[in-house]
């Protein structure tokens, strides 16, 4: 159904007898105001206001409300009976009301009709896209190219962000983003990072906020800003759902299903899923060596692996709606993963040229990892009106583990085959975060909002790393000066408030945030133990100015941070590579970093423009440095570590450019262009680490639909290259395509899709310095193709009325 057919048919229903009866002399005055879902406190599009004359039952007029909900109608002056309504929704009615001059009557929130509780609901199909003012909300419904993929496949596609070969977010070409989910801070993105976010499947992602100028209702932490991911949690009337099952090759098995059952009094949701993939890699690191006195002097790596992710994870809740104004909601997530990967490295020596080979070893390492998350939130809402004023309280404990075990064998292979050295890694982490939070917002009127909240998170996190290396008697013994425990403790409270105010068509929202950061950090094998304590204001200012209904700018200030954890405050080195080593360093301080980002938007009929300046100013930044170590392996190569460091200052100025067009009903274009420049100055050990760098990314989607209606997209990405002091990478280009359609009446869809069609998405780099040039090539997967299978029950694929916008952390003035 069209939204021309529904508009249509909404106003036969309400206005087929009347509309000729309408009114159509005297003065008229201008009657506002904004219709939501109760529940859902989303608005409704395309609800009906009807104004009946009291004096002449005959007399009738009224409209609709528009994509925002709200609705601005011409009405004579009179008495009426008010009736606003939408279809499955109790009817909100005012039996008398004198309109004498334009009047607003402000938001009205409608509810479930109890009789409508057993019909079929309609499954919105959400719009790719929804370019904001101050964000931008990437609907994962029609994507095509992530079905059967993970939240990092989904992240690759978004608006302003990039993901490198290795997995690593960026957003705006920082790599410094806050991740979050359902608005809050969760270890389920995973312990590692990046590897958290390859567990969770697509298909629980319902969409991903792009705030890149976050209000002081946000952490502080993240200089890049902020990707808030939102969990499926279906508020549909009655039982219904959906079922994914999907192959690939290479490996990539998945089956997910998303139900929920709706009554008057409770919402029961869950999103489950169970994957089996596998992705295969490798590359290659060659090195040419300066040092006159080490044996070799050019030393090649090969390297490939093959990983084995085996996963299940659910989340199942319960929302009870105790009153019409209250609701409580408790919520489980469980994640366990299963994972191995083979890695396999040859490595070759030669000593003044590369035509003769000296000697040749191999380094083979076997690796199983057990993963654990368990999840539990709460989260109840007091509505005390229906213009937003409402108190918020959310409380979330987590538990996470992540279990490696690595057995690792180097063989010599020229000129003799020979084992020369076996190792066992084992690496336990565990992780226990606990979050306090509440939020009070009043609106003071229809344009001024005051808020105000509280944020505690505490997080204990300790990593047990253990090296053993056999002995002349076959015995492993352990290894105490590679093995080492390192307890990681933070605690950050956090007080904010923020004043918004709408004048005419110029709104501001100014913020402040308190937070205060207790860090432990006890290297326990070594007995150093380090604290830190450190209080610090972080202001935020949003200004909005809408020049039409169509077009608008935005100007946003905000101060944020940027903490050391886990892996880069480890000062052991990680034994992957017995020449190339990655050390953290406990020492490390906080990034501060003052962002400005003027934004302007701009709507035509079937094309929208989103285009923004930025510029940050960083200080204390992290720098990675590689150095020769000096020391050298048993076959004489010499080893050289990577570990990061604070550098003085970096300037970081970007433009960003983000158009929607739509040439006709068939076909669809989103493209994404970031340019920016990144200007580092500092110095470590008497070396100049300055750099000025200038690079870009540009994406382009397009979404065609082809005879026998079926779907046809293609996402072209380009990362351009890139330098610091030390290294230059080369550019990489990726392309995904992909074909759906629905079948069995539009209760299901099948869909194939390719992701990096030339199999092209491999980082090139080189690293040059005083004492060695090394330059490397990486591919983490190659390329994939996946065959899935949707299928709905009690569903209708339809077109979007709205979207669930519970877990927003947002009113009317959003930053």
């Known amino acids: 159904m069209t939204k021309n057919l529904l508009v249509a048919l909404i106003s036969i229903l309400t206005f087929s007898n009347s509309i000729l009866a309408q009114q159509s002399s005297g003065d008229e005055v201008t009657v506002t105001g904004t219709v939501v879902d109760k529940s859902a406190n989303i608005p409704l599009e395309y609800a009906t206001i009807s104004f009946q004359s009291i004096n002449d039952a005959t007399k009738l007029t009224g409209g609709v409300t528009d994509a925002n909900g709200k609705y601005s109608i011409q009405v004579p002056v009179g008495t009426y009976k008010i009736t606003i309504e939408y279809i499955s929704f109790e009817p909100y009615i005012i039996s008398e009301k004198s309109i004498t001059e334009s009047t607003i009557l402000g938001t009205v929130s409608l509810d479930f009709a109890s009789d409508s509780l057993d019909e079929v609901v309609i499954r919105a199909e959400t719009t790719q896209v929804d370019i904001r003012l101050d964000k931008k909300i990437y609907n994962v419904g029609k994507d095509l190219l992530v079905r059967g993929g993970s939240v990092s496949d989904v992240l690759d596609n978004v608006p302003s962000v990039s993901v490198d070969v290795e997995g690593n977010v960026a957003l705006r070409g920082n790599d410094n983003v806050r991740i979050l989910i359902n608005g809050k801070p969760s270890g389920l993105v995973g312990i590692s990072g990046s590897d958290g976010l390859r567990q969770i499947p697509s298909e629980a992602i319902e969409r991903v906020e792009v705030i890149t100028s976050p209000s002081a209702r946000y952490d502080a932490e993240g200089t890049g800003g902020i990707l808030n991911i939102i969990l499926k949690k279906d508020k549909l009337v009655g039982f219904n759902g959906s079922v994914n099952v999907t192959v690939g090759d290479p490996a990539n098995n998945t089956a997910s299903a998303s139900v929920n059952y709706r009554t008057k009094d409770i919402n029961l949701f869950t999103n489950t899923g169970y994957s089996y993939r596998k992705s295969n890699g490798g590359g290659f690191n060659n090195r040419e060596s300066f040092n006159e006195d080490l044996q070799y002097r050019f030393v090649d790596e090969d390297r490939d692996f093959e990983r084995l992710r085996k996963g299940f994870n659910s989340n199942i809740g319960l929302e009870w709606f105790i009153n019409e104004s209250s609701t409580l909601t408790n919520s489980f997530f469980i994640r366990n993963q299963d994972n191995s990967s083979e890695n396999n490295t040859i490595t070759n020596r030669y000593e003044d040229t590369r035509d003769a080979l000296s000697n040749a070893s191999r380094r083979f390492d076997t690796e199983t990892e057990d993963d654990q998350t368990f999840q539990y939130s709460l989260n109840y809402v007091k509505d005390f009106n229906d213009d937003g004023h409402k108190l918020t309280f959310d409380f979330q404990y987590e538990k996470s583990s992540e279990d490696e075990f690595s057995n690792i064998t180097d063989t010599d292979t020229f000129p003799a085959e020979l084992v020369t050295d076996q190792e066992r890694v084992q690496t336990l982490e565990d992780q226990n975060e606990i979050l306090l939070q509440a939020d009070y917002v009043w609106p003071i009127d229809e344009n001024t909002q005051f808020e105000a909240g509280y944020r505690g998170t505490f997080n204990d996190l300790t990593t047990d790393y253990t090296v053993s290396a056999i002995d002349d008697n076959n015995n492993f013994i352990r290894n105490d000066s590679l093995s080492n425990v390192l307890f990681y403790g933070e605690r950050v409270n956090a007080l904010y408030s923020q004043y918004g105010k709408k004048i005419n068509k110029f709104s501001v929202l100014l913020g402040l945030r308190l937070e205060n950061t207790q860090i432990t950090i006890d290297q326990i094998t070594t007995n150093n133990l380090a604290k830190k304590n450190y209080t610090n204001l972080f202001p935020t200012v949003n200004l909005g100015y809408e020049f039409t209904e169509s077009s608008s700018a935005t100007l946003g200030y905000n101060r944020r941070i940027r903490r050391p954890r886990s892996r880069f405050i480890n000062p052991f080195p990680s034994r992957s590579s017995e020449t190339n080593l990655f050390q953290g360093n ?34 204390d930044v992290f720098e990675f440095i590689s150095e020769d170590t000096g020391q050298v392996t048993n076959n004489g190569d010499a080893v050289v570590r990577r570990f990061p460091v604070n550098l003085s200052s970096n300037d970081r100025y970007g433009f960003e450019l983000t158009l929607m067009y739509k040439p006709a009903k068939w076909w669809t274009l989103n493209s994404d262009f970031n340019l920016f420049n990144s200007k580092t100055e500092g110095t470590f050990n008497g070396q100049d680490f300055g750099a000025d760098n200038t690079s870009y ?119």
């Open 697 to 815: 990314f540009v994406r382009l989607n397009s979404k065609v639909t082809l005879p026998a209606n079926i779907d046809f997209q293609t996402r072209m990405f380009y990362s351009g290259p890139s330098e610091d002091a030390q290294s230059k990478s080369e550019g990489v280009f990726s392309t995904n395509v992909a074909l759906s359609k629905d079948i069995f009446k539009e209760q299901a869809t099948i869909s194939f899709n390719v992701s990096d069609v030339f199999n092209s998405r491999k980082r090139r780099s080189e690293t040059f310095t005083d004492t060695f040039f090394n330059e490397s090539e990486f591919q983490w997967r190659q390329r994939q193709a996946t065959l899935s299978l949707t299928y709905r029950f009690n569903q209708k694929k339809k077109r979007e009325r709205g979207y669930d916008g519970g877990d927003d952390e947002g009113g009317e003035f959003e930053g």
């Open 586 to 619: 406990p020492d490390l301080d906080p990034v501060f970093s003052d962002g400005v980002d003027l934004g302007y938007l701009k709507r035509w009929k079937g094309f929208t423009l989103n285009t923004s300046i930025y510029y940050t100013r960083s200080t």
